[in-house]
């Protein structure tokens, strides 16, 4: 049954957010929906900012609807503006323009922001970060002139746009801190196939170093002492929740905001959604900063406004288009017992991990779609499996099941 829930204030104006306002709509809420973003655009998708963006002779980012398709639905965009408080008690949004906007249900979907550099660094113009359309334009203007450019971060980020980078010819040095690439979501095996394939296209890898500072003659001094061309330096070293706004509200963690399995918050009539929000996961809170949670969870928190609540409890799940690599990674991919199938030393292969009981609890593929499109499954169905024939690339893998 449709419950009548009042005016709906969505801060926030990325992918959650579209999709929370479209489903509202979807499920019969007819009251208002007012969008808040701090951007002048309208809703759009953030991965193609390392994706299409920075390929020659794109035409642009695409927004997910057009401003008209929003007017027609009945939902109001409020873009260019920030919000300045929330008062909880009188149900009601405060704008940085002095606005004051009443709402019944609030939908936090602020999002998260680049990890900044020291201050020394970052605020050299020389300094990049990829999260705004104008980022990405910014970044691309760089490679259109072919500017040597200095990666700080061997996180996805980092190494999309390394990929991009090399693709038009810029020479790219890539500056880790750790041991190895994208250490926390992958692997060791999955991180020796990425550092191989992009030493083979033309990327220097530094592990276990620093930027500290950057030198007049265009170089990146690091913790070592060397130097490495960086006219311009793109910092991918991690983010930080847009939690300032709600603070005072007593709902943010370290990671975010927190909510339960249903997407509220502590505060009555206060949700979270999107990468903002810090979920229960594998036991634990946590953000969840991939495309399909910012679908997925936000349109179940949405349809949780309007009908009968349910958990949201869909396995982790994100990909990485490299250049010709196609990475995808599903639940926990980094613990428990692996079972490689195919030649990891090759172009394509699967990472399963099980648990004691043989069950798969995540997989890793690189270049292998349709592996993966069984493992979202397995996971979330917490499958058995037979890890001797699973290691078989012979044994069709849905004859690997117990």
């Not at 704008?95 to 900044?116: K, S």
């Not at 980078?165 to 890539?174: D, E, I, P, W």
């Not at 220097?204 to 330096?233: F, K, N």
């Amino acid at each position: 049954m449709t419950q009548q829930i009042g005016h709906i204030v969505i801060v926030g104006a990325g992918q959650a957010a579209a999709n929370a306002a479209a489903e509202l709509r979807r499920t019969g809420h007819a009251g208002p929906i007012a969008i808040v973003g701090e951007e002048p655009h309208a809703p759009y998708e953030r991965p193609q900012l390392s994706k299409d963006m920075l390929r020659p002779g794109c035409a642009g980012a695409r927004c997910m609807r057009e401003t008209e398709a929003y007017a027609r639905d009945g939902i109001d965009l409020h873009l260019g503006v920030r919000v300045r408080h929330v008062d909880a008690a009188r149900r009601e949004v405060q704008l940085d323009d002095g606005r004051r906007l009443p709402y019944g249900h609030l939908l936090i979907a602020t999002g998260v922001r680049p990890r900044p550099l020291p201050p020394a660094l970052h605020a050299s113009p020389r300094v990049r970060y990829l999260r705004s359309i104008g980022d990405a334009e910014a970044l691309r203007a760089d490679l259109d002139a072919g500017h040597p450019l200095a990666i700080v971060g061997g996180g996805v980020i980092g190494l999309e746009v390394a990929a991009a980078a090399r693709a038009r010819g810029v020479a790219v040095t890539l500056v880790e801190a750790g041991e190895r690439l994208m250490q926390r979501g992958v692997d060791p095996l999955v991180s020796r196939f990425l550092d191989r394939t992009h030493r083979a296209r033309g990327v220097d890898i530094r592990y276990g170093l620093q930027a500290e500072a950057l030198e007049d003659d265009g170089t990146l001094r690091l913790s070592d002492g060397s130097r490495v061309p960086a006219a311009r330096v793109l910092v991918g070293i991690g983010v930080l929740p847009n939690v300032e706004p709600f603070a005072h509200l007593g709902i943010a963690d370290a990671a975010g905001i927190r909510v339960d399995a249903f997407g509220r918050t502590a505060v009555p009539g206060i949700h979270a959604i999107g990468d903002i929000a810090s979920q229960p996961v594998g036991g634990r809170h946590g953000r969840i900063e991939t495309w399909a949670n910012a679908q997925d969870q936000a349109i179940t928190v949405a349809r949780n406004l309007v009908a009968e609540p349910v958990p949201y409890a869909a396995p982790t799940w994100f990909w990485s288009d490299q250049g010709q690599t196609n990475l995808q990674v599903v639940g926990d991919a980094t613990t428990g017992r692996t079972v490689v199938r195919g030649d990891a030393d090759g172009d394509a292969f699967s990472v399963f991990r099980l648990d004691d009981a043989g069950r798969v609890t995540g997989c890793a593929t690189v270049n292998a779609p349709k592996d993966m499109a069984l493992a979202r499954r397995w996971v979330r169905q917490r499958q058995q499996v037979e890890p001797q024939r699973l290691a078989d690339p012979a044994i069709p893998l849905r004859d690997c099941a117990a």
